[in-house]
């Protein structure tokens, strides 16, 4: 039986983190950075990467950073080569980037519609694809991480199903997959919604980022060992509310 500390230390893992150069995507791959994996911060924004990815070589950790356009087959593939070229291996993918316009429908447009798709749906798609070839070809197994929502947005809906049915598909393979549903989080990216009470909430607080970051440690860890196609909810207690 392996100790509780060996069972958290991914020393010697190879892990990408999309949309890792702020946010929940930071919050993240800082704790699997801590946790002894070599992270690459894989982001649209690639200076923000190479910031994000120098203040955590600055602590001694392991990491690295890529630009990437998730909505973009091609830039999905050459990540995924990259990585595996350049460090033998890729054993933990995390499928954070995701883009929130916070529009009803009423509002939206086709055009709005396809980019939300396209980058948190289909950009998922795309990553988990390309990086299970990577993980399936070294023989290893490996862990998928897709961070979904509790907000009723469509796009998150067909990931949580994308996780369900690929977790089916790759399970022969070892590879595992699950989710992640962040409820209200506080982000930069939160800080302009209107109309929530943090108060409110059971637990009267908006969570922290590192509060993803750690569940996202449990399921990236040997402490998940046999869970796949299950969704944790990190979210306070507001779905009770």
Request: aromatic content about 6%; overall charge negative.
């Amino acid at each position: 039986m392996l100790s509780n500390q060996d069972l958290l230390n991914l020393t010697g893992k190879v892990t990408i983190v999309t949309g890792g150069a702020a946010g929940i995507g930071y919050g993240i791959a800082a704790r699997l950075a801590e946790a002894g994996a070599s992270v690459v911060i894989a982001d649209i924004d690639g200076a923000k990467a190479t910031i994000s990815a120098a203040s955590l070589m600055e602590k001694g950790l392991k990491a690295f950073d890529y630009q990437l356009d998730i909505a973009d087959e091609g830039s999905v593939k050459t990540l995924m080569d990259f990585v595996a070229s350049r460090f033998g291996t890729l054993d933990i993918l995390i499928n954070n980037a995701g883009i929130y316009p916070w529009l009803p429908i009423a509002q939206m447009t086709s055009a709005d519609f396809d980019r939300i798709m396209g980058v948190n749906l289909r950009g998922a798609f795309l990553c988990l694809k390309y990086a299970s070839e990577k993980m399936i070809a070294s023989g290893n197994g490996g862990r998928i991480i897709n961070l979904t929502s509790t907000v009723n947005e469509a796009s998150k809906h067909g990931l949580l199903g994308l996780t369900k049915s690929a977790a089916l598909e790759y399970a022969p393979h070892k590879i595992t997959i699950n989710s992640v549903a962040p409820g209200m989080i506080s982000t930069p990216g939160t800080s302009n919604v209107q109309g929530v009470d943090p108060a409110k909430l059971p637990l009267q607080r908006q969570g922290d980022i590192d509060e993803i970051g750690k569940v996202v440690l449990f399921l990236a860890s040997d402490m998940s060992s046999y869970m796949t196609g299950t969704e944790i909810v990190v979210d306070g207690g507001e779905l009770l509310s």
